[in-house]
């Protein structure tokens, strides 16, 4: 699946259940599903139908999968977990699956904004992830994939130029990240995701990072070293 036929998939059920939910923008989901799932080829979203990184928690009583991951409890310090995580049974129970999570009450000054931005910084201030820049991302695949369209109606992706790419070839910094980064911050996130399993090991990890492997690895490395997982 291309980007942007990921993009288009994702956004059909968002504006499906989104109005349902009162939740008035969908730009921030859209940028949510793109960042928390590398738009959809982690595991936990490729074979699980979890775009959104969604945990169990206490009220959860439906199908889970246990994985690693990472929080960043402590600013620039990733620490390694383990965790138990939603699944569904299809990009459409993954989408209302989110709804559903946000339909608790920690989250209910979500409904009715209108503005991206607050979305996203709302979010982040309600607990939903630990990553001191995780508005910051959110906010630059939004405007880096013009996703602000899908808020004003709009359900096709004819303004964004897609390379088309076969499953399996390398893929592109932004397309493993989903965020249009350059330097050093691209190699970090790419690093930490990496640290926390999204792509696997030995010649899994090799394919999968392509071109990029020898330069995200020696970051993995450097990680370690320093002390910034624990």
């Known amino acids: 699946m291309t980007n942007s036929e990921f993009i288009e998939q994702i956004a059909t059920y968002?504006?499906?259940?989104?109005?349902?939910?009162?939740?008035?923008?969908?730009?921030?989901?859209?940028?949510?599903?793109?960042?928390?799932?590398?738009?959809?080829?982690?595991?936990?979203?490729?074979?699980?139908?979890?775009?959104?990184?969604?945990?169990?928690?206490?009220?959860?009583?439906?199908?889970?999968?246990?994985?690693?991951?990472?929080?960043?409890?402590?600013?620039?310090?990733?620490?390694?977990i383990r965790d138990n995580f939603r699944v569904f049974d299809s990009m459409e129970d993954g989408v209302k699956g989110y709804f559903d999570f946000i339909n608790y009450s920690r989250y209910s000054n979500l409904k009715g904004v209108t503005d991206p931005e607050e979305y996203c910084r709302l979010i982040k201030e309600d607990g939903y992830a630990t990553s001191s820049t995780y508005v910051d991302s959110l906010v630059r695949v939004i405007y880096d994939n013009n996703l602000t369209r899908f808020d004003n109606g709009e359900t096709n992706n004819e303004e964004i130029e897609e390379t088309e790419k076969e499953d399996g070839d390398d893929m592109t910094r932004e397309e493993l990240t989903g965020e249009a980064l350059t330097g050093e911050a691209i190699i970090d996130i790419l690093a930490s995701r990496v640290i926390r399993g999204d792509y696997g090991n030995g010649n899994v990890r090799k394919q999968k990072l392509g071109e990029e492997y020898s330069e995200i690895q020696s970051a993995v490395n450097e990680m370690y070293r320093k002390g910034l997982v624990k």
């Open 14 to 80: 968002v504006k499906k259940y989104a109005g349902d939910y009162g939740i008035m923008v969908h730009s921030p989901i859209i940028a949510q599903a793109i960042l928390e799932s590398g738009w959809g080829r982690s595991t936990l979203a490729s074979e699980y139908h979890n775009y959104f990184g969604l945990k169990c928690g206490g009220a959860w009583n439906g199908k889970s999968v246990n994985m690693a991951t990472q929080e960043e409890y402590e600013v620039g310090v990733m620490t390694d």
